[in-house]
């Protein structure tokens, strides 16, 4: 049936960690853009959201899809790391360039995740392996 | 929504970098000038950044890019060298040579050319994504 492929839990999580990816790389070519930008503070998605998406998936019982799908993520300023800079500059360009090449990869596997359940979709509609 | 994410700040942060090596350039160019329109020394040109809110419109509300704050002249007295025949040359023989120091504008050139490459780089990697996004249910 295409609510039971349309409505799986694993669906909706890789569509908000996709969101969660794109909003990452936002944050990411912000830090790099103001890698010499005085005082500047490095910028993440905050914690909250990857929180909230756990605590939904790992509790017992069904996961809240319609509660899911309204979730968005937000960029914040990462309080974790301290400054070493002489001019209150938070970003390290390597630590940067790193978390940027992860997440590419995060995002590649999350699309291809999706994409799969759009396949199985097609497969089960016309009946051939595409 | 941008179709390729956080390209905003890239441009900002490409634009800023490309203004401070061009700036660059023109102090290594102008290290020997010793009469410009004013008739002194050349003094090297500093450039200071700072960072700009993008709008709601970009999407993500609390994103910023960058910017050139301003292009300062740097006051530093230049070197005086004795050299009598030296058209710019004063009475007493001495000549005021520009501020510029070739060792930290070479510097400097390194620097804001790794940046450059470092935004360059994440508006390949954004363009990758944006791609592998359109793949979806192919």
């Known amino acids: 049936m295409i609510e039971s492929i349309s409505n799986s839990a694993n669906f909706h999580l890789s569509q908000k960690l996709l969101d969660g990816a794109i909003t990452r790389q936002q944050a990411i ?42 979730m968005q993520p937000r960029v914040s300023e990462d309080s974790s790391v301290r ?15 790193l978390a940027m090449s992860r997440n590419q990869v995060d995002f590649e596997f999350l699309t291809e995740m ?16 595409l | 929504m941008e179709l390729i994410s956080g390209i905003a700040a890239t441009t900002g942060a490409l634009s800023a970098q490309r203004t401070r090596l061009d700036i660059i350039a023109q102090n290594i160019a102008n ?20 960072a700009e809110l993008l709008g709601a419109s970009s999407g993500t509300v609390g994103l910023s890019t960058v910017r050139v ?13 004795n050299d009598p025949g030296h058209p710019d040359a004063d009475e007493e023989g001495m000549v005021t040579m520009p501020n510029v120091n070739l060792s930290m504008e ?13 935004n360059l780089s ?15 249910g192919r």
């Not at chain 1, 799969?116 to 051939?128: D, E, F, Q, S, Y």
């Not at chain 2, 290290?31 to 700072?50: I, L, M, W």
């Open chain 1, 114 to 129: 999706v994409g799969r359940h759009i396949k199985g979709l097609k497969m089960a509609i016309t009946g051939r392996v």
């Open chain 2, 31 to 50: 290290a020997h000038t010793t009469r410009g329109p004013d008739g002194k020394a050349y003094q090297r040109r500093t450039v200071s950044f700072e």
């Open chain 1, 29 to 70: 070519a912000t830090n790099i853009a103001n890698v010499e930008t005085p005082g500047f503070r490095r910028l993440d998605v905050s914690a909250d959201f990857g929180r909230t998406l756990r605590a939904e998936f790992t509790k017992a019982g069904k996961a809240d899809l319609a509660m899911v799908r309204s």
């Open chain 2, 106 to 118: 070479m510097v400097d050139l390194i620097t804001a050319s790794r940046a450059y490459e470092a």
């Open chain 2, 122 to 136: 994440v508006a390949k990697n954004a363009r990758q994504m944006a791609l592998k996004t359109l793949q979806i």
């Open chain 2, 69 to 81: 704050a301003q292009i300062q002249i740097d006051k530093t007295p230049g070197q005086r060298i």
């Open chain 1, 83 to 97: 400054s070493i800079r002489a001019d209150g500059n938070s970003v390290e360009l390597e630590s940067e360039l």
